[in-house]
């Protein structure tokens, strides 16, 4: 499983934009990018998942660059309920599941 | 929205002793999994099943644990001798394996306390 790398933390305010960089250089072909988040005592929460250019839902943005070594989850106006622990992800599709390997994430504090 | 839900919230327990944890995946999932959340840690994957049997297991997942799909709707992880070192939050997820991708979806997770 690739190795990713994201900051350790980072504060913003209300209402501005995010941008979180993950880093995996050694991502392999088959290999897919997922961004989860998880507030205290709770469980992670999916946000967004992509392969390449660029992914949209009602939550957040993904951008993947052509070489796919890094990818940017973009939150748009961010609120204090925002506040959490950001994790990416890269998992190996393995016809069926894949066994989701978390690091340590990035810890985003939004201020008022 | 259908979601993955997990009882009990909290469990204390006296080292030595038995606990199961239970999960209620999604309805229509077919691959469950479960991770732990040691205070202040990662999240560490400890197994997954599919079709009735283990797909895959971690070095923390030892003779200690088991799973188990009793029935249609839930999916329970039994350790038999809970030690200090087992309290840590329990996360229960699952997926519909229609991927690629395949999106997992956690519980709330269960809070186990080993005194």
């Known amino acids: 499983l690739a190795k990713t790398t994201q900051p350790i933390s980072m504060d913003s305010y209300e209402g501005q934009e995010v941008n979180i960089t993950c880093s995996h250089n050694?991502?392999?072909?088959?290999?897919?990018i997922t961004w989860y988040q998880q507030f205290p005592s709770q469980g992670p929460r999916f946000i967004i998942q992509?392969?390449?250019t660029k992914v949209t839902n009602e939550v957040a943005s993904l951008f993947i660059p052509a070489d796919r070594k890094s990818s940017t989850l973009s939150l748009p106006r961010v609120s204090l309920s925002d506040t959490a622990v950001y994790y990416c992800?890269?998992?190996?599709?393995?016809?069926?599941?894949?066994?989701?390997?978390f690091g340590a994430g990035t810890r985003l504090a939004v201020h008022p | 929205e259908p979601e993955v839900t997990q009882t009990p919230s909290h469990q204390v327990t006296q080292m030595g002793q038995e606990v199961i944890l239970r999960c209620v995946p999604i309805?229509?999932?077919?691959?469950f999994y479960w991770y732990r959340q040691i205070l202040g840690q990662k999240v560490e994957f400890l197994v997954s099943?599919?079709?009735?049997?283990?797909?895959?297991k971690s070095e923390i997942f030892d003779d200690q644990f088991s799973v188990e799909r009793p029935d249609g709707s839930n999916f329970t992880l039994k350790i038999r001798s809970t030690k200090l070192e087992d309290s840590a939050m329990y996360f229960c997820?699952?997926?519909?394996?229609?991927?690629?991708?395949?999106?997992?979806?956690f519980g709330p997770g269960t809070r186990l306390t080993v005194l």
């Open positions: 992509g392969y390449k």
């Open positions: 997820a699952s997926s519909d394996g229609t991927g690629p991708p395949d999106t997992q979806y």
């Open positions: 309805s229509n999932h077919l691959y």
């Open positions: 992800l890269v998992a190996l599709y393995s016809g069926g599941y894949n066994k989701l390997i």
């Open positions: 050694n991502i392999a072909t088959n290999d897919y």
């Open positions: 099943f599919y079709n009735n049997e283990i797909s895959e």
